[in-house]
Each structure stands twice: as structure tokens, then as C-alpha cells.
């Protein structure tokens, strides 16, 4: 079975042809992102007309390079939420009218169950249940997924997402936004303990997270000794920041698995392209017996190869959408 999938929550613009959930024919990416750096964040209006733009080529060239006409394309599969609504309503409303002009079943898909797919494209064994780490520029959570579509949420942040507290501190020293991809790169020539960051816990919730309290103490760091005039290593910060973020991360994670007697961790989204994340849960799982699966790289940010992965185990447990789908800026993974 082959599907069309979009993508359009945030600020890129994709388009994919995905066999039976697992085999990527075509995936096409248009990001927006150097427009979005002049102004050190995603501005949800911007999104919107770029994707108004993008869609039609980017969905067209996913067909070409699949070789495939929307003939032979057996569903479309969208993503409808979470994300900036404007940005959602160009892939949903695109999404709607092929399939009212084609009669292909059109299949709505989750945005964070597709990061989670992502790793059924890179794992091709990879198979529920196991224990899942989404880390995104929006949301921090713990999901148990029981089956693909079937999924609990364990624990998730109480404030920001780990994503946005890596591009909330590389903006304030200076990296253009995302600036969590820099940040990353920089902290591999830093010492990791040259600064005690605090490492927050959220009293009777141990699987939650907390990340706003980190966030400032390293902004506090930073302007604090800009004004005595000292200058900071950058390189050390970075490397002490990602550590502390790195071991909230991993030790709840951790925690998680073992109260839930889970053996299988996966972890999902645009932060588990973290070198430290991705390094510290392959040596830790390796020391435990757990079996650790993680995304490629190159799958790790946004792409709608992984809406063509989700939306075939979508459509396999019937969820079908007729053309009155709307798109939301937030919905439960559950
Ligand atoms: O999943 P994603 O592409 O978009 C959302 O659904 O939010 O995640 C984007 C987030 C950004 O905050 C970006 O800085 C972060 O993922 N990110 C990273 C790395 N690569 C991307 N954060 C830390 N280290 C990285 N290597
Ligand atoms: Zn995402």
C-alpha cells in the first residue's frame, strides 16, 4: 500500500511516498527556516504563506522522484495536529481536496505519532510496545506505546519543552534560531562540568519535567557575567547546559522504564538528534540489557516520510477522515 503523506505543523513543507509504513519511495523537505532566523523565531504568518506556496511543487516533485501518479497512491495521509494552526490548515485543506478530486481515502495523522514512525523507517524490526522519549522544539514527553496507535503518556514537562529551553539558551549566546543544533556542536568542545546548573525535579511526578527553572539559571549565567564583564567559555556552557538537560532527560526516561518493567526505549523528535542524548542512551541501555532504538538522523526533524509511516498504521486501525477534517494547534498523543 502506498501513501501520500504531508507535513505542514511548523516550518518545513513535505511531502513523501511511503510503501506499507516502512519503505520511504520519495520525500521531499522545503524548510523555511532562514527566513524565520531573521526574526530568531518561527513567525506563525510567514509559515503559513510559505507553505500556501511550497505545497503544490513539493507534494508534485514528491510524486516525480516516486515515480508515481496520484493513481497509483492508495491513501493521503495529513498531519492535523498539534502546531501553529495556519500552518496545519494549508496541509489539511490541501490534503482534503485531493482526496475529494482523487477519491482516495484520506487519513489524519498526529504529529508526534509520527516522530515516534520515524523510527519503523530506521528500525525495520522496530515493533510496539516499548517506551518512547519525544523530545521536540514543543513537547517533552514519556509515552508508553502500547500499539501503533495505542499510546499513554507517562510523563511530560510542567513547562518548556526541551527543544525550545536548547534555542531559548543558544539565542541568548548568540546562535540564530534553531539555535539547539548549534548548541549542540559547540558543547563537543567543552567540559561538561565547568558549571553546576541545577538539575529541577518535579516533587511526586518523577517521570515529569521541568525545564524553564534550567533554562534561566543559564541565562541568569550568561547576562550575569556580561555585566562584571567576564567572559565565559562558550564551548564549557553549551557543554554544561546540554549535560544538565541530557541527565533530566535520561534519568526520568530511565526511571520510567524500570518501574514499568519496559525493556525497549525509543526516543522520537527534533531533539533526539542530540549527540549527548543519543550517546548517553546507547551506552546506558547497553550497560542494562535494554534493546535501544533512535531515528536517523536525518529523520529526526520535521519530514513527512514519518506522516507516511504513522498513516498507514492510521489507516490500518480505520481512522478515516471525510472532508469535514479540521486541523488543531493542540490534541493529546493519546
Ligand atoms: O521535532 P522538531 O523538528 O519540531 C517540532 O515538532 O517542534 O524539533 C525541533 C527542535 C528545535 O528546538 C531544535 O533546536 C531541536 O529540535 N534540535 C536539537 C538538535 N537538533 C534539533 N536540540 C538539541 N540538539 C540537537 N542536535
Ligand atoms: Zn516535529
Do not use: W
Not at 140 to 153: A, G, L, Q, R
Not at 162 to 169: H, I, R, S
Not at 172 to 196: C, H, N, Q, R
Not at 315 to 320: E, Q
Amino acid at each position: 500500500m502506498k501513501i501520500l503523506a504531508i507535513e505542514s505543523s511548523c516550518d518545513e513543507t513535505a511531502a513523501a511516498v511511503v510503501e506499507n509504513g516502512r519503505n520511504v519511495i520519495s520525500s521531499v523537505v522545503a524548510s523555511q527556516v532562514e527566513e524565520h532566523k531573521l526574526y530568531g523565531g518561527v513567525v506563525p504568518e510567514i509559515a503559513s504563506r510559505r507553505h500556501a506556496e511550497a505545497i503544490v511543487p513539493v507534494v508534485r516533485q514528491a510524486l516525480e522522484e516516486a515515480n508515481i501518479s496520484l493513481d497509483g497512491i492508495d491513501a493521503i495521509a495529513v498531519t492535523y495536529a498539534p502546531g501553529l494552526i495556519g500552518a496545519l490548515l494549508v496541509g489539511v485543506n490541501f490534503a482534503k481536496g485531493l482526496s475529494l478530486s482523487t477519491g482516495k481515502p484520506l487519513v489524519p495523522t498526529h504529529h508526534l505519532r509520527s516522530h515516534i514512525a520515524s523510527n519503523y523507517i530506521s528500525n525495520p524490526d522496530l515493533k510496539p510496545p516499548f517506551l518512547c522519549l519525544v523530545v521536540s522544539g514543543g513537547h517533552s514527553h514519556i509515552v508508553m506505546v502500547e500499539d501503533y496507535t495505542k499510546m499513554k503518556i507517562i510523563g511530560k514537562t510542567r513547562d518548556d519543552a526541551a527543544g525550545e529551553a536548547f534555542d531559548k539558551a543558544a539565542r541568548t549566546m548568540g546562535m540564530s534560531y534553531p539555535g539547539g543544533i548549534e548548541l549542540d556542536k559547540v558543547a563537543e568542545d567543552g567540559d561538561p562540568f565547568a558549571f553546576k546548573l541545577p538539575r529541577p525535579v518535579v516533587h511526586d511526578a518523577p517521570y515529569d519535567f521541568s525545564f524553564s527553572g534550567l533554562k534561566t539559571a543559564v541565562i541568569n549565567l550568561i547576562h550575569n557575567s556580561a555585566q562584571k564583564g567576564i567572559e565565559l567559555n562558550k564551548p564549557d556552557v553549551c557543554a554544561s547546559f546540554r549535560y544538565a538537560v541530557v541527565d533530566c532527560l535520561v534519568t526520568n526516561f530511565l526511571k520510567a522504564a524500570e518501574d514499568y518493567g519496559v525493556n525497549k526505549l525509543v526516543i522520537a523528535g527534533g531533539v533526539s538528534a542530540n549527540s549527548l542524548l543519543r550517546r548517553t542512551l546507547r551506552e546506558k541501555c547497553d550497560e542494562s540489557g535494554y534493546e535501544f532504538y533512535m531515528p536517523d538522523k536525518s529523520l529526526c526533524g520535521d519530514n513527512a516520510a514519518m506522516v507516511g509511516s504513522q498513516g498507514y498504521y492510521e489507516f490500518l486501525s480505520g481512522n478515516i477522515a471525510g472532508t469535514d477534517l479540521n486541523a488543531y494547534a493542540t490534541m493529546s498523543i493519546e
